[in-house]
């Protein structure tokens, strides 16, 4: 019996620590939620049509996006800090944004080995925002 006390102490302890604070139930999450939904329809689509279709989906989040603020930067104290991540956010949305717009106009010219090239740009443009602006993300 006495030997089940360390083990149910350790369990008891876990059950403490507090889960991460994860950012999946904010309204950016529910835009980033749609834009991978597009992003995903597009990644390997080959009809030109419904390409730029999805294209145009995501371009409609990111800009639904834009004027939100990720939560790990929500909860830095106000001041200059603060200021330069949400500035930088927006950059890098910004650039999201007109890279989902070349995707449109690659499909819209059959142009799917342009598409292969702008989705791989896109996997960048997510890690790097990912990385800066989720606090529990690689
Ligand atoms: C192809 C590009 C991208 C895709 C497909 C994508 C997809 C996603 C997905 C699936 C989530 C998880 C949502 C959830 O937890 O339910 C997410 C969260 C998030 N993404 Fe993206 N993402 C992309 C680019 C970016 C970029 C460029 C940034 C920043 C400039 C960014 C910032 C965030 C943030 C901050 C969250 C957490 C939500 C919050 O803080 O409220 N993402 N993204």
Redesign the pocket.
Same mark, same amino acid.
């Given at each position: 019996m006495k030997k089940l006390i360390f083990p149910a102490m350790l369990l008891a302890a876990a059950c403490m620590v507090p889960a991460p604070v994860?950012?999946?139930?904010?309204?950016?999450?529910?835009e980033?939620?749609a834009?991978?939904d597009a992003?995903k329809a597009f990644r390997r689509e080959t009809d030109p049509a419904k390409g730029a279709k999805a294209a145009r989906e995501?371009q409609e989040s990111v800009l639904k996006a834009i004027p &939100?603020v990720?939560?790990?930067v929500e909860k830095m104290p106000a001041g200059e800090a603060k200021d330069k991540a949400i500035a930088s956010?927006r950059t890098?949305?910004g650039k999201?944004f007109v890279s989902l717009c070349e995707v449109e106009a690659a499909f819209v010219a059959k142009d799917l080995a342009k598409v292969a090239t702008l989705v791989d740009t &896109?996997?960048g443009?997510?890690k790097?925002?990912?990385n800066?602006?989720?606090e529990d993300e690689e």
């Open positions: 994860r950012a999946d139930d904010t309204p950016l999450a529910k980033m939620e834009m991978d992003y995501a &939100l990720p939560a790990m956010y890098q949305m999201l &896109l996997k443009q997510k790097e925002g990912h800066e602006f989720i």
